[in-house]
């Protein structure tokens, strides 16, 4: 064990939870990634050990709690594709919410220790108004965001009956990637809008935009994008304010700037120097016009505000990644 204890993170294979892993190993603690490899990389995993297991199998997730005795879970694993979701709504509910209350279970019997919530903007559905705060009424208009909320319920619900302490990250849209080029994001396929455009401006490929007809200057959507570093620093952070007894509630992780796609288009042509080919398809169904997060909560709960998330910033991070690192990892 490390001087900060062993923490679990499930999805420690996944995007965001290997960048996680690589800040709670700078912070002292040992990650214990739980992963089944479904969605995630192996070779992501290089700061602790990596069980592969499935949350749903919670004979398997006893024993590893029962071996490693974490002081603390983080829980990442979950589909995440807002398209696929509207696609295959059952896929989404019983992996994203019914596996949960299997782990959520063991997690209480192995004394209900501090768990950090990978949870997403997409609570919110279509905001009334921008930027949303944690009080804005939880409206998701996908299977995907409700999958997330319908888990935050469930950890209210076990905080009530077991004291279980809880923090649900809402993060709005995670990007870039770990500067040293150790780790990135990987998903097959990708669906994420800096990395489809950064491979097309490799490969000289063409981008679809999904809908150029929405309520917004340009007529693309707009989104908040905030650096998966920001991110792992805040688990770290969500992780000690639990653990000096802090209340139990949802936090936002945002930017609170927001960017339309063809601005992150532009974008991106600047950081690469390429010009990208880009075609205008349908609407994707799921896809608010504008997502932009107000992070106060954030600021005075966990003492955090984002460091990295500038635009520019995270589209080199991610072009230096699929350059330079992605090929040969
Ligand atoms: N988009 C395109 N073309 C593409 C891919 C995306 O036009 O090839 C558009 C989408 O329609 C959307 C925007 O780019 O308007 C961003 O799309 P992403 O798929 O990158 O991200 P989403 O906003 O759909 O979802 C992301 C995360 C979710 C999270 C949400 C919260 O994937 O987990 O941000 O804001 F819930």
């Known amino acids: ?29 040992q990650p214990i990634v739980l992963d089944n490899l479904s969605r995630g990389f192996r070779s992501s995993v290089k700061w602790g050990p990596l069980e592969v297991a499935d949350i ?16 603390g879970v983080m829980h990442f694993s979950a589909f995440t594709s807002v398209g696929e979701s509207v696609q295959q709504p ?17 997690v209480i019997e192995h004394g209900a220790p501090p768990f950090v919530f990978s949870s997403t903007a997409a609570i919110y559905g279509n905001p009334a108004s921008v930027p949303v705060d944690e009080d804005h009424p939880h409206r998701p208009i996908n299977p995907y965001g409700r999958s997330k909320l319908y888990v935050e319920h469930m950890l209210a619900d076990a905080n009530q009956a077991s004291g279980l302490p809880w923090v649900a990250l809402r993060y709005f849209n995670a990007a870039g990637c770990d500067p040293d080029g150790e780790i990135g994001e990987r998903h097959d396929p990708e669906t994420h809008l800096i990395p489809i455009i950064v491979r097309a401006a490799l490969k000289g490929s063409t981008v679809s935009i999904f809908g150029d007809d929405y309520d917004t200057p340009d007529g693309t959507c707009i989104r908040d994008y905030i650096h998966v570093n920001d991110l792992a620093d805040a688990h770290i952070l969500a992780l000690k304010y639990l653990a000096r007894g802090g209340k139990s509630c949802g936090i936002n992780l945002a930017n609170s700037k927001g960017f339309s796609v063809r601005e992150v288009l532009a974008t991106v042509e600047r950081v690469c120097g390429r010009p990208v080919a880009v075609k205008i398809d349908p609407r994707r169904p799921g896809d608010p016009a504008v997502l932009i997060g107000k992070t106060e909560r954030a600021k005075e709960l966990l003492g955090w505000s984002p460091k990295r998330s500038d635009l520019e910033l995270q589209v080199r991070d991610a072009w230096n990644w699929y350059e330079n690192f992605l090929p040969s990892v």
Request: proline content about 2%; overall charge positive.
């Open 1 to 29: 064990m490390s001087d900060a204890g062993n923490v679990l993170v499930t999805g420690g294979a996944g995007f965001i939870g290997s960048h996680v892993c690589k800040r709670l190993a700078a912070a002292g603690y």
């Open 56 to 71: 749903g199998d919670g004979a398997r997730v006893r024993e590893i709690l029962n071996r490693y005795r974490p002081i």
């Open 90 to 106: 059952a896929l989404y509910y019983s992996n994203n919410v019914g596996a949960t209350a299997v782990l959520l279970q063991a």
